[in-house]
Every structure is written in structure tokens, then in C-alpha cells.
T-cell receptor, first 111, second 116 residues
């Protein structure tokens, strides 16, 4: 079973700060990486994906990928209370289409 | 564009009973996935269909779970008989499934199953 590891948190940051969420994975051949946000009682919704080493920015969100270290992260700038949710890291298996999810990191943004 | 539809949204049953969930994917999406999400965990893939064929069902407990996708569109997931540990949210997702590009999966609202 290919592993995707995330700190469960909760990660607490004050409003306006940068939240940093981290994820490591075991499948060295994986090429595509996804961050989903899941509010309590809701289904996961895609924030962004990344498949090249380096940074990818989309509004207040930046995904960072380092395939050599098998590490992917998500930065949320100017965090808002509405960003409070669980953030799921998902890694597409090298052998097909399946996504392996981490357990998620709970983020709490305090006003 | 309509999203992934699932029904029912909630289901409560007693152990050893049977239950079925329905999913209608986004129009044109060839690949359909069923995930099980236990409280506090990430989604775990149960089965993946490409059109109406099974691509991966390695984590499906086949002694009690079954799934089908007739005509390559709608899908049903059945549990018979249910156990207490089946209490979870069952998520359906769909994607276009292009091998060459990141293949985004879109999730339905899920069905919350409680087994008593």
C-alpha cells in the first residue's frame, strides 16, 4: 500500500498569517499531486494540482513540489477564518488513475 | 455543468441488513470511483470503473461489497450484509481520465451510512 503522510493537526494560525501544510509520499513514480479542502460534513473539493517540481501559485494558494524528497506542500497566504477546514493531500499512483489520500490536516484560522 | 449526484444522502440500517447507494457522474466523464471515508481518515478507494469496466477493485471487500456501472454511466454500490465497521461516508467521484495530464476527480456530496 502506497503511503501518503500528513500531520493531523490541528494547525492553528491567526487570521492574516501564512498557513503551511505538508505532505510526504512513498510512491517514487508518482507524477501528479492534488490538494483538496474538506469542510466538516462536506465532500472534498479540489484546490489545486501540481505535477512539476517547484512552485505553483493560484490566488492565495501556493503548492510546492519536490519529487527528489517526495514532499509536497500547500501554503495559504492571508489566511481567513473561512479557510478553516481539513486539507487532504492526494497522490496519483504511478500505475494508473487511483488517488491515494492522506488522513488530512485540520486547519483552524482564528480571528 | 451539473456535478456528481449521489443518493441517498443519509442511511441508517441495522447490522446484517443490505443497503445500496447510487451515483450519477458528471456528463462525459469516463471514469467513476467509489471511496469510503471513515471519520478522521482520508478517502479510501474501493473500486474504479473506466466506462463500464472495472479497473481497480483491490480494496473492495468482495465478500460483502459489490458495485456495477451499467451502460458506462450511473453506478450502484451495494453492501450485503452490513457490519458495524461499514459506518462511513461513501463518496462517488468522476473524472475525464486522460493519462497524459493530471486527471482531476470531482466528488459528489456523499452518502453517510450508519450501521447500528
Amino acid at each position: 500500500q502506497k503511503e501518503v503522510e500528513q500531520n493531523s493537526g490541528p494547525l492553528s494560525v491567526p487570521e492574516g498569517a501564512i498557513a503551511s501544510l505538508n505532505c510526504t509520499y512513498s510512491d517514487r513514480g508518482s507524477q501528479s499531486f492534488f490538494w483538496y479542502r474538506q469542510y466538516s460534513g462536506k465532500s472534498p473539493e479540489l484546490i489545486m494540482f501540481i505535477y512539476s517540481n517547484g512552485d505553483k501559485e493560484d490566488g492565495r494558494f501556493t503548492a510546492q513540489l519536490n519529487k527528489a524528497s517526495q514532499y509536497v506542500s500547500l501554503l495559504i497566504r492571508d489566511s481567513q477564518p473561512s479557510d478553516s477546514a481539513t486539507y487532504l493531500c492526494a497522490v496519483k499512483e504511478s500505475s494508473g488513475y487511483a488517488l491515494n489520500f492522506g488522513k488530512g490536516t485540520s486547519l483552524l484560522v482564528t480571528p | 455543468e451539473a456535478g456528481v449526484a449521489q443518493s441517498p444522502r443519509y442511511k441508517i440500517i441495522e447490522k446484517r441488513q443490505s443497503v445500496a447507494f447510487w451515483c450519477n457522474p458528471i456528463s462525459g466523464h469516463a471514469t467513476l470511483y467509489w471511496y469510503q471515508q471513515i471519520l478522521g481518515q482520508g478517502p479510501k478507494l474501493l473500486i474504479q470503473f473506466q466506462n463500464n469496466g472495472v479497473v481497480d477493485d483491490s480494496q473492495l471487500p468482495k465478500d460483502r461489497f459489490s458495485a456495477e456501472r451499467l451502460k458506462g454511466v450511473d453506478s450502484t454500490l451495494k453492501i450485503q450484509p452490513a457490519k458495524l465497521e461499514d459506518s462511513a461516508v461513501y463518496l462517488c467521484a468522476s473524472s475525464l481520465a486522460f493519462r497524459g495530464l493530471p486527471d482531476t476527480q470531482y466528488f459528489g456530496p456523499g452518502t453517510r451510512l450508519t450501521v447500528l
